[in-house]
């Protein structure tokens, strides 16, 4: 059984509290601005958003989903990059809100037929057309395993027992198209990798590694790596 480092947990907390402190705020990545409101984990304080974004090959997917979308700012770039659907979810309306709002505010720079960004309030795949397919969906994963169910804004970081990533794997592949992959923000250092294995096999997806960084600008505890995972049939 795989366990992870209670120091790693610990460190998470404290780095919420830091993006708590920050309030409303703009950040900007990859020169793109985003409006990052209070109950939101910001990428000021942790870079695994921008690694995750910048890692991703968005050319080869037509249409783009992604859960938990935050800020908006992975589905800006899938947008950019010429996606023909973008949908993103959240389980709260304000942030979804201000998702579209940020999405939007960066693509009137470019001219073209840039896609209308799609939005849905609930969980995961909660109220999504069920007949509805992705090339891709991605999710930055909540990697800290807990045993309590977490509250606030620690539900963007922390799962209980894992169940919203096992309830996740075992329902995406039912949103894919035929060539469709799946796309994971996570942490093997962090996180429980062996449970990701198990419920990728599970759901008859073969997992693997696109990307990896040994991050040294984020958990007060320690360097953790950024791990970007790809699952498909």
Known sequence: ???????????????????????????TIFGKIFLIEPGVFSPEVFKDTAFFTGAIDYKIYSS?????????????????AGASEVFVTDIDEATVNRAVENINTNKIQYLGNLP???????????HLNPDKKFEAIYWNMPWGYVEYEPQGVEKTVFDCKYQNIKQFIEQAPSHLNCSGRILMGFSK?????D???????????KLRTLATKYSYDGNPKGPITLDLLEAKR
């Open 64 to 80: 783009f989903l992604e859960i938990g979308t935050g800020a908006g700012v992975t589905a800006t770039f899938a947008a950019l």
């Open 116 to 126: 209308y960004i799609h939005s849905e309030v609930g969980n995961l795949f909660e």
């Open 189 to 193: 250092t962090m996180g429980r990798y």
């Open 1 to 27: 059984m795989s366990t992870q480092n209670p120091n790693y947990l610990d460190g998470t907390r404290e780095m919420l509290k830091e993006s708590e402190r920050l309030g409303r705020h703009y950040v």
């Open 195 to 205: 449970l990701i294995k198990k419920f990728t096999k599970g759901a008859g997806l």
